[in-house]
Nanobody, 129 residues
Framework: QVQLVESGGGLVQVGDSLRLSCAAS????????MGWFRQAPGKEREFVAS????????SYADSVKGRFTISRNNSKNTVYLQMNSLKSEDTAVYYC??????????????????????WGQGTQVTVSS
């Protein structure tokens, strides 16, 4: 079982940027796709972005496309979410997610939550206007 620890959340203003990090341990990080989800108060958890095990394939929710960028550093066992031009509707708890199967592209997690085998504890992002 992989352990995931997010960091980097906080309180920012509309239009600001923030970078989230997720440190993974417990298995060979570079063999697995990774993803980010978020959950706003009173709403269901939703897919934000994913990155393939090799890093060459990324996928984004329409609501963040063009503003958010997912990346990974396999030497640091860390996945990042760079968030630019933040909006008030981006306010949520952001969760790092890892699939159970290796060598996948990762975007399947957007459609099938059962593919996610591990979740981080979440980090709060609040965008104030």
């Amino acid at each position: 079982q992989v352990q995931l620890v997010e960091s980097g959340g906080g309180l920012v203003q509309v239009g600001d940027s923030l970078r989230l990090s997720c440190a993974a341990s417990g298995r060979t990080f570079s063999n697995y796709a990774m993803g980010w989800f978020r959950q706003a108060p009173g709403k269901e958890r939703e897919f934000v972005a994913s990155i393939s095990w090799g890093g060459g394939e990324t996928s984004y929710a329409d609501s963040v496309k063009g503003r958010f960028t997912i990346s990974r550093n396999n030497s640091k066992n860390t996945v990042y979410l760079q968030m630019n031009s933040l909006k008030s509707e981006d306010t949520a708890v952001y969760y790092c997610a890892a699939p159970g199967r290796p060598f996948t592209l990762g975007q399947g997690m957007a459609y099938n939550r059962d593919l996610v085998s591990s979740w981080g504890q979440g980090t709060q992002v609040t965008v104030s206007s």
